[in-house]
């Protein structure tokens, strides 16, 4: 059983990375420009380390801003499934009741 959950955990997992994969770049982009700026101050370059470090704030904006923006549209296409169905459900349930008549 265990092996089975582990297995779910990972497809779900390879899912999610998938339908969202501004989450592991935006991380990704993030950590690179806080190492450079880490380098920077470490070498005694205040100014540029100091710029890294705004450009750091402005990526992990970025990158939320992009989740929010793919889940609202995932939200909007999810709304549109669901009125296509019940529209093609209504739809259906009339013809029989024509039929019927």
Sequence with gaps: MGAVNSELEELFQEKKRVRNP???IGALVTAGVLTAGLISFRQGNSHLGQKLMRARVVAQGATVALMSFVLKIETIIQDLQFSLISA???AQANLKDFEMI
């Design 88 to 90: 093609l459900c209504t």
């Design 22 to 24: 501004f989450v592991p």
